[in-house]
């Protein structure tokens, strides 16, 4: 019987080392979601199970580190990566053992989420975690993606307003990562408007090494659905960087996803608090409830 020769069309293979959400909004199964939506390819790690749905967090059991280190060697030996995605690290042992993971296949484009803890409050890591985080995973980030709650985890210091992002990012680039992008969706009401705000190592036309930044104005969606958009925006980060695009495109695109699935999944109703993000709103657009115009939505 004869078989078929394997063909060489490329598509970006996205690796994401993370925990599992039961109720599938956030962590490894958002992240599938949106690396197949923007055409890549997922693969997982699982570091923890998490029993989770849209109300919260109530049972995180961690991943022993042989079957963490197993699964890495597993995919990158065969399937290879084109970028790395890391989520929720629930302990520094695990930290360290992705870590030198990482090391050891020579992974160079990493988007590192410090999930820190979960949108509902629950803690996911406590602060031997973070410190971890800061000596062994973010000298080998391409960019870490930090709201604000885990910026002020990360620094020791409360980062509340727009204009704590500038020194936050420099902080924090100086441990280490090549890019810093701190998320303001948690600003308060007050904000009308919300502001990211990205840094990056950059090298300028005398071959100097300079910061630049980046100021992401977007407005605020109204949703009580924001589950998982932390996860969702480190993904589409990824697979956009995997598919050839520079760091500053890929952040902008990733937020702009981000932005239509929380727009598109406004009015979805799944779970009793918090539910997800429409990821697939590219090709399963939601409808507006028949009591709602949509002029006023």
Same mark, same amino acid.
């Given at each position: 019987?004869?078989?078929?020769? /394997? &063909?060489? !069309?490329?598509? %970006?293979?996205?690796?994401?080392?993370? +925990?599992?959400?039961? $109720? =599938?909004? *956030?962590?490894?199964?958002?992240?599938?979601?949106?690396?197949?939506?923007?055409?890549?390819?997922?693969?997982?790690?699982?570091?923890?199970?998490?029993?989770?749905?849209?109300?919260?967090?109530?049972?995180?059991?961690?991943?022993?580190?042989?079957?963490?280190?197993?699964?890495?060697?597993?995919?990158?030996?065969?399937?290879?990566?084109?970028?790395?995605?890391?989520?929720?690290?629930?302990?520094?042992?695990?930290?360290?053992?992705?870590?030198?993971?990482?090391?050891?296949?020579?992974? /160079? &484009?990493? !988007?590192?989420? %410090?999930?820190?803890?979960?949108?509902? +409050?629950?803690?996911? $890591? =406590?602060? *031997?975690?973070?410190?971890?985080?800061?000596?062994?995973?973010?000298?080998?980030?391409?960019?870490?993606?930090?709201?604000?709650?885990?910026?002020?985890?990360?620094?020791?210091?409360?980062?509340?307003?727009?204009?704590?992002?500038?020194?936050?990012?420099?902080?924090?680039?100086?441990?280490?990562?090549?890019?810093?992008?701190?998320?303001?969706?948690?600003?308060?009401?007050?904000?009308?408007?919300?502001?990211?705000?990205?840094?990056?190592?950059?090298?300028?036309?005398?071959?100097?090494?300079?910061?630049?930044?980046?100021?992401?104005?977007?407005?605020?969606?109204?949703?009580?659905?924001?589950? =998982?958009?932390?996860?969702?925006?480190?993904?589409?980060?990824?697979?956009?960087?995997?598919?050839?695009?520079?760091?500053?495109?890929?952040?902008?695109?990733?937020?702009?996803?981000?932005?239509?699935?929380?727009?598109?999944?406004?009015?979805?109703?799944?779970?009793?608090?918090?539910?997800?993000?429409?990821?697939?709103?590219?090709?399963?657009?939601?409808?507006?409830?028949?009591?709602?115009?949509?002029?006023?939505?």
């Amino acid at each position: 019987m004869k078989t078929s020769k /394997k &063909t060489s !069309v490329r598509i %970006p293979k996205i690796l994401t080392i993370a +925990g599992s959400d039961s $109720g =599938g909004g *956030a962590g490894l199964q958002a992240d599938l979601k949106v690396i197949t939506a923007l055409g890549g390819y997922g693969m997982t790690v699982v570091t923890a199970i998490t029993a989770q749905n849209t109300l919260g967090v109530t049972k995180i059991q961690g991943i022993d580190l042989d079957v963490i280190d197993a699964q890495i060697d597993a995919v990158v030996s065969d399937i290879g990566v084109d970028a790395v995605k890391i989520g929720m690290l629930s302990s520094p042992e695990i930290v360290h053992c992705v870590a030198a993971a990482l090391r050891r296949h020579a992974i /160079k &484009t990493i !988007v590192l989420d %410090p999930v820190l803890r979960a949108t509902s +409050g629950a803690s996911l $890591g =406590g602060d *031997a975690t973070a410190r971890a985080m800061r000596e062994a995973l973010f000298p080998l980030a391409t960019v870490i993606t930090p709201n604000m709650e885990e910026a002020s985890i990360l620094l020791g210091r409360p980062i509340s307003e727009p204009t704590d992002f500038e020194q936050a990012a420099r902080d924090l680039i100086e441990m280490g990562p090549d890019a810093v992008l701190i998320k303001g969706g948690h600003l308060d009401a007050k904000h009308t408007q919300l502001m990211d705000f990205l840094m990056w190592r950059a090298i300028d036309e005398d071959g100097k090494k300079i910061l630049e930044q980046k100021k992401l104005l977007h407005y605020r969606v109204n949703t009580p659905n924001t589950h =998982g958009t932390g996860c969702s925006l480190a993904s589409a980060i990824a697979t956009y960087l995997a598919d050839g695009h520079d760091l500053s495109h890929a952040v902008a695109k990733g937020i702009a996803y981000v932005e239509a699935g929380l727009e598109a999944g406004a009015y979805l109703s799944i779970g009793q608090g918090s539910g997800p993000l429409w990821h697939m709103h590219a090709f399963y657009p939601t409808v507006l409830p028949d009591d709602i115009d949509p002029a006023i939505a």
